[in-house]
């Protein structure tokens, strides 16, 4: 067969690893053809693209990236785009089209299965964790991992110098990186999209620690949480050309709120897309390399409009539709039983 492939949205540890996976099950397994298409859905209007063979991904699978390159958009957002993309396929001669992407290149995968029966399997990846069906994405293990280096390193100079440091990781729409990592790295409080947090509550939190004698405390917020009505003034929002909200900022604002109204001098550290970047994590590895396998074994099965996910410890397939233009909430379980019982 002849398979194209692309990674879209936001890069993410672990991609290198689907594409390697993808290429060697598919090349020396099923005797297929993989074409990489550049720059996700942009190198296939266009067709810009990479031949993949087993030799070309020597040494991809600890790079953190993408090789193909990816970048935001969305093909329906361009007049001729969904047009475009089914005429490369066409005109490439492909048999299947591999997207690996998060929750809108997932939408877009599910659209155009739906609109024109498009031969496509989808590979779920962010750093988020927040895409609907699948126990965890890859790149999250390796963003929880980095944050949690990151808050262990401020515990000691938060101590020395008996500060507040506000610690802001990803997380748009879901705390899961600010729950796990914030666990994991002893945080005072966690801040996360799905509770509007109150910052008077916040300050009540730290100057009840620091009154109990502890030197320092570690407040993680996920840069998609949010005051509730009346606590702290919110931010306006920037969009970026995609029409994509960008979020970071929200520890800049919450930081001098926290210093006023508790006299505790306070910092802001924000991780960015450190979280992103470099060499995934084993655990990421073995999970990016289970979903190529299973991508390119669901193309032989023409399992067309179904998107790889994990179960417990097994890969499975479900329908893209079920997971088209949603987001997976933290589990809130965790947050409130959990996380919150070692807040103070
Ligand atoms: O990929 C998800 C994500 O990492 C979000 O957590 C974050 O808000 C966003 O990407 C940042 O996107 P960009 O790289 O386009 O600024």
Redesign the pocket.
């Known amino acids: 067969m002849r398979v194209g492939l692309l990674t879209g949205?936001?890069d993410?540890p672990g991609l290198n690893a689907v594409i390697r996976a993808v290429v060697r099950k598919g090349e020396m397994g099923y005797g297929d053809e993989i074409v990489g298409f550049l720059d996700a859905w942009d190198g296939v209007i266009q067709r810009r693209t990479m031949t993949l063979d087993v030799r070309s991904l020597r040494g991809m699978l600890p790079k953190g990236g993408t090789l193909l390159g990816t970048k935001?958009g969305n093909p329906y957002d361009q007049p001729d785009g969904p047009s475009g993309v089914i005429a490369t396929f066409e005109e490439m001669g492909l048999d299947a089209l591999i997207v690996v992407g998060?929750n809108g290149s997932l939408s877009v995968a599910s659209q155009l299965y739906k609109d024109f029966g498009l031969p496509i399997i989808g590979v779920p990846k962010?750093?988020?964790n927040d895409i609907v069906g699948t126990d965890t994405t890859f790149g999250f293990n390796t963003a929880v991992q980095i944050a949690t280096d990151a808050i262990d390193r401020l515990h000691t100079t938060a101590e020395s110098h008996d500060r507040v440091m506000v610690v802001e990781v990803?997380?748009?729409h879901s705390g899961w990186i600010a729950t796990h990592a914030g666990i994991a790295g002893g945080a005072t409080v966690i801040l996360i999209p799905e509770l509007p947090f109150d910052v008077d509550e916040v300050v009540r939190i730290l100057q009840a620690r620091h009154e109990r004698g502890r030197y320092a405390s570690i407040v993680v917020v996920a840069?998609?949480a949010e005051p509730g009505e009346g606590s702290m003034p919110g931010r306006e929002k920037v969009y970026?050309k995609f029409g994509?909200v960008?979020?970071?900022g929200i520890a800049e604002l919450l930081a001098p709120e926290i210093e006023a109204r508790s006299g505790l001098e306070t910092r802001v550290v924000l991780l960015g897309?450190v979280?992103?970047g470099g060499t995934p994590s084993a655990f990421d590895r073995v999970l990016a390399t289970r979903y190529g396998v299973a991508a390119i074994d669901a193309v032989q099965q023409r399992a067309w409009g179904q998107m790889t996910a994990i179960r417990g410890n097994e890969v499975v397939l479900m329908p893209l539709s079920e997971t088209a233009g949603k987001t997976r909430p933290v589990d809130l379980y965790l947050y409130r039983d959990v996380a919150s019982v070692f807040f103070g």
């Open positions: 949205g936001g993410c935001r998060g962010t750093i988020d990803m997380g748009r840069e998609g970026d994509h960008r979020l970071r897309h979280q992103r």
